[in-house]
């Protein structure tokens, strides 16, 4: 689950070790999901949660649902540049060439992973959702970059 977040959901959505837990005990004792021990080489145990029937109906219930609202997003970087008052303030280039380095980066990583995940017209079409998630974040990154490129000196 915390790869998950760490590597696919993570490029869009952000979730704690604190809320993850406490939430998948809450499905399970909703009667949403059900969990099964396993062993991880020689004595990690973990556990293997699965979606219940009546927890299946309800995921497809919620993905079937409007999502009307267009939820703001936390960018620390950007609520600075608001106090940023002129364009030869001394702290602006340094600033831009952060995070210029950062969604390069970024870029890079998600190019890879989506070659990754997505090698054929077959993984595509078995994860569509997915893809398309992924192919939306490199076009954010994509525009980022340029648009911090464009103000660098």
Known sequence: MTKAFEHEIGEFWQAQHSQIYPMLKRLETAGDITHEDTVSGEKL??????????????????????????????????????????????????????????????????????????????????AYGHYLILDHAIGRERYYVEWLEKYLS
Do not use: N
Not at 65 to 93: C, H, N, W
């Open 45 to 126: 145990a973990k556990k293997q949660y699965s979606l219940t029937p009546t927890g299946h109906d309800k995921l497809v219930a919620w993905v079937s649902e409007p999502s009307p609202e267009l939820t703001a997003t936390k960018d620390e970087f950007i609520l600075k540049l608001y106090f940023i008052k002129t364009s030869d303030d001394p702290r602006l280039q340094p600033m831009l060439q952060e995070q210029a380095a950062l969604h390069r980066a970024q870029l890079a990583h998600l190019q890879e992973r989506q070659q990754t995940v997505f090698p054929d017209q077959t993984a595509i079409d078995q």
